[in-house]
Protein backbone atom coordinates (compact mmCIF):
# COMPACT_ATOMS: atom_id res chain seq x y z
CA UNK A 1 0.00 0.00 0.00
CA UNK A 2 1.40 3.67 -1.03
CA UNK A 3 1.67 6.20 1.79
CA UNK A 4 -1.39 7.67 -0.32
CA UNK A 5 -3.26 4.96 0.38
CA UNK A 6 -2.63 4.44 3.70
CA UNK A 7 -2.87 8.05 4.95
CA UNK A 8 -6.12 8.65 3.28
CA UNK A 9 -7.53 5.37 4.43
CA UNK A 10 -6.49 5.60 7.91
CA UNK A 11 -5.99 9.30 8.78
CA UNK A 12 -9.30 10.73 9.50
CA UNK A 13 -9.96 12.07 12.94
CA UNK A 14 -8.08 14.18 15.45
CA UNK A 15 -4.16 14.61 14.38
CA UNK A 16 -4.18 12.14 12.28
CA UNK A 17 -6.66 13.85 9.83
CA UNK A 18 -4.58 17.38 10.34
CA UNK A 19 -1.86 15.59 9.39
CA UNK A 20 -3.20 14.51 6.16
CA UNK A 21 -4.55 17.95 5.40
CA UNK A 22 -1.06 19.09 5.82
CA UNK A 23 -0.20 16.99 3.16
CA UNK A 24 -2.65 18.03 1.01
CA UNK A 25 -2.36 21.55 1.33
CA UNK A 26 1.52 21.57 0.58
CA UNK A 27 0.17 19.63 -2.60
CA UNK A 28 -2.27 21.96 -3.84
CA UNK A 29 0.48 25.05 -2.97
CA UNK A 30 3.14 23.87 -4.66
CA UNK A 31 1.16 22.76 -7.56
CA UNK A 32 -0.16 26.50 -7.44
CA UNK A 33 3.36 28.03 -8.00
CA UNK A 34 3.46 28.53 -4.24
CA UNK A 35 7.26 28.41 -2.32
CA UNK A 36 7.71 26.57 0.67
CA UNK A 37 10.40 27.95 3.80
CA UNK A 38 10.89 24.92 5.87
CA UNK A 39 12.20 26.13 9.67
CA UNK A 40 13.67 22.60 11.61
CA UNK A 41 14.60 22.99 15.32
CA UNK A 42 14.79 20.14 17.39
CA UNK A 43 17.23 17.03 16.49
CA UNK A 44 15.58 16.11 13.41
CA UNK A 45 18.77 15.47 11.68
CA UNK A 46 20.14 12.81 14.15
CA UNK A 47 16.54 11.38 13.54
CA UNK A 48 17.71 11.19 10.38
CA UNK A 49 15.62 13.11 8.63
CA UNK A 50 17.35 13.89 5.23
CA UNK A 51 16.32 10.06 4.03
CA UNK A 52 12.80 12.18 3.11
CA UNK A 53 13.86 16.10 3.53
CA UNK A 54 16.75 15.73 0.73
CA UNK A 55 14.25 14.09 -2.03
CA UNK A 56 11.84 16.79 -0.85
CA UNK A 57 14.79 19.51 -1.45
CA UNK A 58 15.66 18.03 -4.79
CA UNK A 59 11.64 17.82 -5.96
CA UNK A 60 11.67 20.95 -5.54
CA UNK A 61 9.07 21.27 -3.21
CA UNK A 62 11.49 23.36 -0.37
CA UNK A 63 12.84 26.53 -1.49
CA UNK A 64 14.65 27.74 1.75
CA UNK A 65 15.22 26.74 5.00
CA UNK A 66 15.88 27.73 8.44
CA UNK A 67 17.51 25.59 10.89
CA UNK A 68 18.87 25.20 14.19
CA UNK A 69 22.47 24.88 13.32
CA UNK A 70 23.67 21.86 15.36
CA UNK A 71 21.14 20.53 12.25
CA UNK A 72 23.11 21.80 9.42
CA UNK A 73 25.96 20.00 11.37
CA UNK A 74 24.52 17.03 12.44
CA UNK A 75 23.22 15.95 9.33
CA UNK A 76 26.93 16.06 7.77
CA UNK A 77 27.81 14.13 11.18
CA UNK A 78 25.34 11.48 10.43
CA UNK A 79 27.00 10.81 6.93
CA UNK A 80 30.54 10.36 7.39
CA UNK A 81 29.92 8.56 11.04
CA UNK A 82 26.62 6.94 10.62
CA UNK A 83 28.32 3.57 11.66
CA UNK A 84 30.27 4.78 14.65
CA UNK A 85 26.79 5.71 16.13
CA UNK A 86 25.50 3.64 19.26
CA UNK A 87 21.61 3.33 20.06
CA UNK A 88 20.79 3.51 23.68
CA UNK A 89 17.14 2.43 22.98
CA UNK A 90 16.74 2.37 27.02
CA UNK A 91 17.79 6.28 27.57
CA UNK A 92 15.05 6.80 29.78
CA UNK A 93 16.53 5.14 32.37
CA UNK A 94 20.07 6.05 32.00
CA UNK A 95 21.43 7.12 35.40
CA UNK A 96 23.87 10.40 35.68
CA UNK A 97 26.37 7.71 35.82
CA UNK A 98 25.53 5.79 32.79
CA UNK A 99 25.97 9.24 31.33
CA UNK A 100 29.22 9.70 32.59
CA UNK A 101 30.68 6.77 31.42
CA UNK A 102 29.20 7.37 27.66
CA UNK A 103 31.10 10.24 27.85
CA UNK A 104 33.75 9.35 28.97
CA UNK A 105 33.63 6.48 26.56
CA UNK A 106 33.54 9.48 23.68
CA UNK A 107 30.39 9.77 22.57
CA UNK A 108 27.32 12.70 22.84
CA UNK A 109 24.07 11.64 23.32
CA UNK A 110 21.40 12.91 21.35
CA UNK A 111 17.73 11.20 23.08
CA UNK A 112 18.18 7.60 22.29
CA UNK A 113 21.48 8.05 19.64
CA UNK A 114 24.89 8.74 20.65
CA UNK A 115 27.39 10.94 18.48
CA UNK A 116 30.99 9.95 18.51
CA UNK A 117 33.56 13.16 18.80
CA UNK A 118 35.88 12.54 16.52
CA UNK A 119 33.69 13.16 13.52
CA UNK A 120 33.37 16.68 15.24
CA UNK A 121 36.61 17.07 15.42
CA UNK A 122 37.67 16.00 12.06
CA UNK A 123 34.98 18.57 10.44
CA UNK A 124 36.50 21.18 12.79
CA UNK A 125 39.56 20.77 11.22
CA UNK A 126 38.51 21.20 7.55
CA UNK A 127 36.60 24.24 8.33
CA UNK A 128 39.24 25.76 10.47
CA UNK A 129 41.21 26.15 7.13
CA UNK A 130 38.50 27.74 5.34
CA UNK A 131 37.59 29.78 8.17
CA UNK A 132 40.74 31.00 8.65
CA UNK A 133 41.40 31.67 5.01
CA UNK A 134 38.96 34.18 4.72
CA UNK A 135 39.51 36.11 7.73
CA UNK A 136 42.68 36.71 6.83
CA UNK A 137 41.74 38.20 3.19
CA UNK A 138 39.11 40.19 5.36
CA UNK A 139 36.21 37.90 3.07
CA UNK A 140 32.71 37.17 5.48
CA UNK A 141 30.38 34.22 4.42
CA UNK A 142 27.41 32.70 5.40
CA UNK A 143 27.89 29.40 7.87
CA UNK A 144 26.05 26.97 5.32
CA UNK A 145 28.49 28.69 2.48
CA UNK A 146 31.40 27.19 4.56
CA UNK A 147 29.47 23.46 4.49
CA UNK A 148 28.73 24.45 0.82
CA UNK A 149 32.84 24.70 0.01
CA UNK A 150 33.74 21.60 2.23
CA UNK A 151 30.72 19.70 -0.06
CA UNK A 152 32.31 21.05 -3.19
CA UNK A 153 35.84 20.73 -2.58
CA UNK A 154 35.00 16.61 -2.32
CA UNK A 155 35.54 16.53 1.57
CA UNK A 156 33.06 14.10 1.50
CA UNK A 157 33.32 11.83 -1.44
CA UNK A 158 33.90 8.21 -0.21
CA UNK A 159 33.43 8.87 3.53
CA UNK A 160 29.91 8.81 3.70
CA UNK A 161 28.36 6.01 5.77
CA UNK A 162 25.18 6.61 4.70
CA UNK A 163 23.91 7.35 0.78
CA UNK A 164 24.91 10.67 -0.42
CA UNK A 165 20.99 10.86 -1.25
CA UNK A 166 20.20 10.83 2.44
CA UNK A 167 21.96 14.32 3.14
CA UNK A 168 19.50 17.18 3.23
CA UNK A 169 22.40 19.50 3.39
CA UNK A 170 23.77 18.27 0.42
CA UNK A 171 20.65 18.68 -1.14
CA UNK A 172 20.30 21.69 -0.73
CA UNK A 173 23.51 22.66 -1.74
CA UNK A 174 23.11 20.79 -5.09
CA UNK A 175 20.02 23.03 -5.46
CA UNK A 176 21.34 25.89 -4.49
CA UNK A 177 18.93 27.16 -1.88
CA UNK A 178 20.04 28.95 0.98
CA UNK A 179 20.20 27.48 5.05
CA UNK A 180 19.48 29.85 7.48
CA UNK A 181 21.22 29.19 11.00
CA UNK A 182 20.34 32.07 13.40
CA UNK A 183 22.04 31.67 16.85
CA UNK A 184 24.58 29.85 15.12
CA UNK A 185 26.68 29.93 17.80
CA UNK A 186 24.34 27.27 20.00
CA UNK A 187 25.86 24.23 18.15
CA UNK A 188 29.35 22.49 18.49
CA UNK A 189 31.22 23.93 15.40
CA UNK A 190 29.76 27.33 16.35
CA UNK A 191 31.41 27.19 19.92
CA UNK A 192 34.09 25.87 17.96
CA UNK A 193 34.78 28.51 16.00
CA UNK A 194 34.39 31.16 18.96
CA UNK A 195 36.90 29.26 20.85
CA UNK A 196 39.23 29.77 17.27
CA UNK A 197 38.72 33.27 17.11
CA UNK A 198 39.61 34.20 20.86
CA UNK A 199 42.99 31.59 20.47
CA UNK A 200 43.91 33.57 17.81
CA UNK A 201 43.50 30.48 15.13
CA UNK A 202 40.88 32.56 12.96
CA UNK A 203 41.56 36.15 12.96
CA UNK A 204 38.28 37.28 13.24
CA UNK A 205 34.24 36.71 14.02
CA UNK A 206 33.49 38.57 10.68
CA UNK A 207 34.92 35.77 8.90
CA UNK A 208 31.10 34.48 9.65
CA UNK A 209 28.09 36.95 8.75
CA UNK A 210 26.09 37.88 11.33
CA UNK A 211 22.26 36.89 12.16
CA UNK A 212 21.17 39.88 11.38
CA UNK A 213 23.39 39.57 8.00
CA UNK A 214 21.08 36.41 7.63
CA UNK A 215 17.87 38.36 8.33
CA UNK A 216 18.86 40.79 6.00
CA UNK A 217 19.31 37.86 2.94
CA UNK A 218 16.02 36.41 3.90
CA UNK A 219 14.16 39.32 3.19
CA UNK A 220 15.48 40.07 0.20
CA UNK A 221 14.57 36.68 -0.69
CA UNK A 222 11.49 36.97 0.55
CA UNK A 223 10.94 40.22 -1.28
CA UNK A 224 12.01 39.56 -4.91
CA UNK A 225 10.30 35.65 -4.59
CA UNK A 226 6.63 37.38 -3.20
CA UNK A 227 6.89 38.95 -6.55
CA UNK A 228 5.75 36.34 -8.38
CA UNK A 229 4.66 33.39 -5.97
CA UNK A 230 2.93 33.02 -2.72
CA UNK A 231 5.17 31.63 -0.08
CA UNK A 232 4.46 28.89 2.67
CA UNK A 233 5.59 28.05 5.80
CA UNK A 234 6.72 24.57 7.47
CA UNK A 235 7.64 24.56 10.65
CA UNK A 236 8.98 21.55 12.81
CA UNK A 237 9.42 22.76 16.30
CA UNK A 238 9.59 25.97 17.83
CA UNK A 239 12.46 28.61 18.94
CA UNK A 240 14.93 30.69 17.10
CA UNK A 241 14.76 28.87 13.75
CA UNK A 242 11.05 29.49 13.23
CA UNK A 243 10.71 32.87 15.01
CA UNK A 244 13.53 34.36 12.86
CA UNK A 245 12.78 33.49 9.69
CA UNK A 246 8.84 34.14 9.97
CA UNK A 247 9.57 37.56 11.51
CA UNK A 248 10.98 38.47 7.53
CA UNK A 249 6.98 39.99 6.71
CA UNK A 250 6.28 42.27 9.59
CA UNK A 251 9.70 43.19 9.15
CA UNK A 252 8.89 44.09 5.70
CA UNK A 253 5.57 45.74 6.22
CA UNK A 254 6.18 47.50 9.19
CA UNK A 255 10.15 48.49 9.10
CA UNK A 256 10.19 48.49 5.53
CA UNK A 257 6.52 49.94 5.11
CA UNK A 258 6.77 48.12 2.34
CA UNK A 259 3.62 45.75 0.88
CA UNK A 260 4.45 42.33 0.57
CA UNK A 261 1.86 39.19 1.31
CA UNK A 262 1.74 37.66 4.64
CA UNK A 263 2.52 33.89 4.78
CA UNK A 264 -0.22 32.12 2.05
CA UNK A 265 0.32 28.56 3.88
CA UNK A 266 1.42 27.04 7.52
CA UNK A 267 1.82 24.27 9.19
CA UNK A 268 3.60 23.49 12.36
CA UNK A 269 4.36 20.40 14.23
CA UNK A 270 4.96 20.75 17.78
CA UNK A 271 3.90 19.49 21.02
CA UNK A 272 4.29 22.86 23.41
CA UNK A 273 1.37 23.54 25.71
CA UNK A 274 0.09 27.19 24.12
CA UNK A 275 -1.53 28.14 27.95
CA UNK A 276 1.58 27.42 29.11
CA UNK A 277 3.43 30.59 26.98
CA UNK A 278 5.51 28.41 25.02
CA UNK A 279 6.42 29.99 21.26
CA UNK A 280 6.20 26.29 20.15
CA UNK A 281 2.77 26.41 20.86
CA UNK A 282 1.54 29.92 19.27
CA UNK A 283 -1.36 28.92 17.14
CA UNK A 284 -1.91 30.65 14.29
CA UNK A 285 -4.65 33.60 15.05
CA UNK A 286 -2.25 34.49 17.76
CA UNK A 287 0.54 34.81 14.58
CA UNK A 288 -2.37 37.39 12.22
CA UNK A 289 -2.03 39.49 15.09
CA UNK A 290 1.63 39.93 14.43
CA UNK A 291 1.19 40.63 11.03
CA UNK A 292 2.66 36.91 10.71
CA UNK A 293 -0.46 35.48 8.98
CA UNK A 294 -3.64 36.24 6.95
CA UNK A 295 -7.00 35.55 8.30
CA UNK A 296 -7.58 33.27 5.32
CA UNK A 297 -4.17 31.44 5.04
CA UNK A 298 -4.51 27.84 5.01
CA UNK A 299 -3.26 26.89 8.61
CA UNK A 300 -2.77 23.14 10.19
CA UNK A 301 -1.57 22.78 13.81
CA UNK A 302 -0.31 19.28 14.50
CA UNK A 303 0.52 18.15 18.10
CA UNK A 304 2.82 15.36 17.49
CA UNK A 305 5.92 13.75 17.41
CA UNK A 306 7.61 15.40 14.03
CA UNK A 307 10.02 12.69 13.58
CA UNK A 308 6.92 10.88 13.14
CA UNK A 309 4.67 12.73 11.18
CA UNK A 310 7.20 14.89 8.98
CA UNK A 311 8.71 12.31 7.03
CA UNK A 312 4.75 10.62 6.39
CA UNK A 313 3.71 14.31 4.68
CA UNK A 314 7.03 14.32 3.35
CA UNK A 315 6.18 10.80 1.51
CA UNK A 316 3.04 11.96 0.50
CA UNK A 317 3.81 15.09 -1.68
CA UNK A 318 6.51 13.44 -2.80
CA UNK A 319 4.08 10.16 -4.00
CA UNK A 320 1.84 12.90 -5.76
CA UNK A 321 4.82 14.67 -7.08
CA UNK A 322 5.84 11.50 -8.98
CA UNK A 323 2.47 10.34 -10.33
CA UNK A 324 2.09 13.93 -12.06
CA UNK A 325 6.10 13.47 -13.30
CA UNK A 326 4.88 10.17 -14.38
CA UNK A 327 1.32 11.01 -15.92
CA UNK A 328 3.54 13.87 -17.83
CA UNK A 329 6.17 11.77 -18.95
CA UNK A 330 3.27 9.22 -20.72
CA UNK A 331 1.48 12.16 -22.14
CA UNK A 332 5.03 13.82 -23.80
CA UNK A 333 5.24 10.10 -24.92
CA UNK A 334 1.77 9.51 -26.28
CA UNK A 335 2.11 13.20 -28.28
CA UNK A 336 5.83 12.08 -29.73
CA UNK A 337 4.02 9.06 -31.20
CA UNK A 338 1.20 10.98 -32.63
CA UNK A 339 3.65 13.20 -34.14
CA UNK A 340 5.57 10.52 -35.18
CA UNK A 341 2.79 9.08 -36.91
CA UNK A 342 1.20 11.56 -38.49
CA UNK A 343 4.56 12.29 -40.13
CA UNK A 344 4.53 8.92 -41.71
CA UNK A 345 1.26 9.35 -42.97
Known sequence: MSIISFLEKNYKHFNARETLDAAKGWHEFCGKGGKMVLAMAGAMSTAEIGITLAQMIRAGKIHAISSTAANIEEDLFNLVSNSSYKLQPNWRYLTMKDDAKTRDEGYNRVTDT??????????HAELRK???AAAEKGESYFHWEYFYKLIESGFFNDKNDVPLEHSWVIAACEMGIPIYTPGTEDSTLGNMFCA??????VKSHSAIKSGTEQFEHLT????????????????????????FSMCVVPSILQDHEQEC????????????????????G???????????LDHDTVNYTINSDASIVAPLIFSYVLEKHFEEVAVGKAEESSKKSTKQKTVKA
Open 220 to 243: RWYMENDKDAEIGFFQIGGGIAGD
Open 130 to 132: LWS
Open 261 to 280: KRWRYFCHIGDAVTSYGGYS
Open 282 to 292: CPPNEKVTWHK
Open 114 to 123: CIPEDVMLEM
Open 196 to 201: DVMMGH
